[in-house]
């Protein structure tokens, strides 16, 4: 039974199959031997995680964590002084603008090969896995590069001069039961697009994406105001931040009077808000600041997220594995199994019904069942937890633990990603020089060819092993801290975290085949 490549913005690797090394974003044609069977790497990351929780059962203290300004948090002015300089945040902002018409315009104008083309490489490597990693790593970059945000802004700015109380916004009260659910729905429309759509990679089709994911985003800044809407409402806003949270320095403001959540929503702690990009734009400048701090301490908090922040969590974590599981063999037992099922259908063998639809519809149907099958799994091992150490209710144990399992969704992105954007990324580097692919040299390396012997098979697999493990590891910590907020009792603390250990050993072991599939024998 054939079934349809499935290409999507991945498909920009297919020129490397000419090299001598054959490689691809998401494999290997020269796949690496494993010195020992794939099982015993299996079994020993899942004991080194369960190993990591004995060790904090038996050496960490049980008293409750500390999530506050204390000693995991060094305040730097100086440094919020120089991101809010209207001079620094302006050049940024200029900067991302200007590459996002260029973007555009490359995209509607320029060749329509996708390799010759900039806007291809730059939005589905450079930027989106790119500025994932660096939000991560670093901070939430995002909150001051925003394209969106900063033309929305321009414009308000250029209709004051007209008319010094003019507003573009109808600045309509955003309803806080929506939450970020709207951020939760376009993100997954947009891992549609990624995952299964495989048209992305048209220059053509990706600017109609863009322009009409633009509209949308405005539409949603004037009707709510443009702070509302990034911190609800604009998938990537949402997603970047969320991912922020782990990094090591965020945005501190003051002087909120000890509200529990700033306007925005994000959680203050003794009047300080940590992580709110809008707080940090609109606080006096004596306020501003940047707190640096552990990776990680920002997964601690005092109080349960919303459901839609722990929907979005969930979410992430669920479109990465449907990712990786569509380069297993069991992805191709599936589709094969559904439409040989359908076969004996009449309708199913109408000649609308092509095996591109065919495809379209299993891959969909699976694609949505992830979400909710890791939301499934995880309010029972919440509702296990209750079972056994009491507390709380399901939903709200649910969401103070969610935020632990970020660091699982960081390793396997890093996994998942770091060698698409080392391999496919090095495409930057030509389109640089001619972005329309009109065959210009502006920079003088319009010939670059891509190194596709920088990275193998072999280091691609260790890498996903070390990367998993660890934000396993950190995963079980942030889990173990999260407890001794909410149980008191050492007891039931430590037996509370059995079914969420057993979560993450079981997670991890799924991690590692599904990365394994494409790369090792």
Known sequence: ?????????????????????????????????????????????????????????????????????????????????????????????????????????????GSENPFKNISTTFVWVIWWVGMMFVNTFIGDIWALVNPWGAVFAGAERVLRLARPDARLSLDCPYPERLGVWPAVVLFLAFAWLE?????????????????????????????FGRR???????????????FARFAPAAFHVGGLGGRPYCAHGMETVEGVSIGCAACFETAPPAERAVALRLPGTGLLVQRPVSASTAAMVLTLLATVAFDGFLATPAWTGIYEYFTDLSQPAPWWRAPWI????????????????????????????????????????????????????????????LAHYMIYLLLTGQYIIPAVSDPFGFGWDLFGTAFYKPDIGLIDAKFAWYTGVIAIVTGHVIAVYLAHRTALRLYSDRRRMLAGQIPMLALMVAYTMLSLWIIAQPTVR
């Open 354 to 413: 092509t095996v591109a639809l065919n495809f379209y519809g299993v891959a969909t149907m699976l694609f949505l069942l992830f979400p909710l099958a890791f939301a499934a799994v995880f309010l029972v091992c919440c509702r296990l937890t209750v079972a056994v150490a009491g507390g709380a209710a399901t939903a709200r144990v649910a969401c103070y633990f969610v935020l632990t399992l970020l660091p699982i969704a960081i390793a396997y992105h």
């Open 195 to 223: 995952l299964i759509w495989g048209e992305g990679e048209a220059p053509r089709m990706l600017a109609v994406v863009i322009i009409g994911y633009s509209l949308l985003t405005w539409t949603g800044m004037i009707v």
């Open 1 to 109: 039974m054939q079934r349809p490549l499935r290409i999507g913005p991945f498909g920009l690797v297919l020129p490397l199959l000419t090299w001598p090394v054959e490689a691809l974003a998401h494999g290997f044609a020269v796949r690496y031997d494993l010195p020992i069977p794939l099982g015993f790497y299996l079994v020993g990351a899942g004991a080194t995680v369960a190993l990591s929780f004995l060790l904090l059962a038996i050496f960490a203290g049980a008293r409750p964590a500390r999530v506050d300004r204390g000693p995991a948090y060094r305040v730097s002015r100086r440094a919020g002084w120089i991101l809010s300089n209207n001079w620094v945040a302006g050049s940024l902002q200029g900067i991302s603008v200007a590459l996002f018409l260029l973007i555009v315009a490359a995209a509607l104008f």
């Open 228 to 242: 509302a809407w990034l911190a609800h409402g604009e998938a990537f806003a949402v997603v970047f931040s969320t």
